[in-house]
């Protein structure tokens, strides 16, 4: 198992338009909230409003400590018009940054996306693209909002059919290098920044695997690290199993990012994640500091930060 790199500072805070968020305790819960009628997970029971605001409340009672909120599905085919997307998106956002206690997240590739996300209230923009359109990162340095950095062979919605890499591992690492250093360049603070190498966009299960095994590498970009691979491709081509069936496959990979010290882990499967982080953190370190790591709360806003809160009790193919 490859664990963080020694003798690199482990990020602590994480600032996102007045809210500082506890990266360092612990991994956060980040719980998706699919906006979409087609998402491959809940094949759009969320999509209407009541539904989206009864399923948000569920994820924050289950431990989630940001929400994350797409209008559009990863799977490849016809992208989402912006208009469309942002009728989702930031009307939902602006009812659930009202009513719940916990940071909410975007996302989106989409810049015009991004700006109504984040007027509705939104603090954080995932984007899948690698941050491909500079507007984007300008919009993050204009607003102070934190700004996860994803890798992506291709673009997004489109499938890559033969993915290649020499050393996929010094690859993905060199694009992230190179996008977050652009974004510090365009004025983007480094606190505000998150990189993620981009399970199953762009990758074949054996690359995938690769990143999964050196997943430590990353810490040395400085910066956290977010793990999306909630019920990935990869997890399906090794098990040989349907989407339905990939949340044992998931706890595996979940586990395995803990343990090198991930930072964020992106899932539509809340409660049993946070026990699964729990049950991680445990082995790892003691029981009872695994339990301390769980009291308080992960963020909190004007840039005061909190303890890490209660969990309680290929993008291209799985989607948002």
Known sequence: MSAAQPGTP????????????????????????????????????????????ARADELVAEGADLLEVGGETARPGPPVDAAEERRRVAPLIALLARRLPVPIAVDTYKPDVARAALD?????????????????????????????????????????LSPRYGSVVEEVY?????????????GVAADRLVVDPGLSFGKAPEHDLEILRRLGTFSRLGYPIYLATSRKNYIR????????DLLEGTFAAVAYGVAQGVHLIRTHDVRSIAR???????????????????TGRAAAPGGHTAAAGDAGGSGEGSDT
Not at 135 to 153: K, Y
């Open 10 to 53: 482990r990020p602590r805070i994480l600032r996102a338009c007045g809210v500082a968020l506890d990266v360092g305790t612990r991994p956060l819960v980040v719980g998706v909230l699919n906006a979409t009628p087609d998402s491959f997970y809940d094949r759009g029971r969320y999509f209407e409003r009541d539904r989206a605001l």
């Open 276 to 294: 699964v982080i729990r049950m991680t953190l445990a082995i790892a370190r003691t029981p009872e500091a695994a339990q301390r790591a769980f």
């Open 120 to 160: 509705a209230g939104a603090v954080l923009v995932n984007d899948i693209s690698g941050l491909a359109d500079s507007r984007m990162i300008e919009l993050a340095a204009a607003t102070g909002a934190a700004l996860v950095a994803m890798h992506i062979q291709g673009l997004p919605k489109v499938r890559q």
């Open 237 to 244: 081509d090794v098990l040989a199993l349907p989407a339905e």
């Open 174 to 186: 060199a694009f992230l290098n190179e996008r977050t250093a652009r974004a510090l360049a365009l």
